[in-house]
């Protein structure tokens, strides 16, 4: 079994700064892309940043130059850096990570945290 747990979230001022983690544990293997996205109310679910196993990286639009998402493939962890918040980021945040063996592919989601920027 596999447990996504989340952490870093809370809430900021605008223009401020959070990082947020994932850190994956139980029998995961073979790791591939590792995703952030996020669900602010009343929308729906978005993509906001990728790194694949090579570190290669891409973002939504309104997230470049302010996140950043790297990972720790020897911590099973994915990280987002975000700076210069400002209240659209407001959102609960949610990490998502592949894995794929023996041709066999599996997708895993952590339980959300809340990033709250106030104006």
């Known amino acids: 079994q596999v447990h996504l747990v989340e952490s870093g979230g809370g809430l900021v001022q605008a223009g401020g700064s959070l990082r947020l983690s994932c850190a994956a544990s139980g029998s995961i293997f073979s790791i591939t892309s590792m995703r952030w996205h996020r669900q602010a109310p009343g929308k729906q679910r978005e993509l906001v940043a990728t790194?694949?196993?090579?570190?290669?990286?891409n973002y939504a639009d309104s997230v470049k130059g302010r996140f950043t998402i790297s990972r720790d493939n020897t911590k099973n962890t994915v990280y987002l850096q975000m700076n210069s918040l400002n209240s659209e980021d407001t959102a609960v945040y949610y990490c998502?990570?592949?894995?794929?063996?023996?041709?066999?592919?599996?997708?895993?989601w952590g339980q959300g945290i809340l990033v709250t920027v106030s104006s």
């Open positions: 790194i694949t196993r090579s570190g290669d990286t």
């Open positions: 998502n990570i592949e894995s794929q063996l023996f041709g066999i592919k599996s997708s895993y």
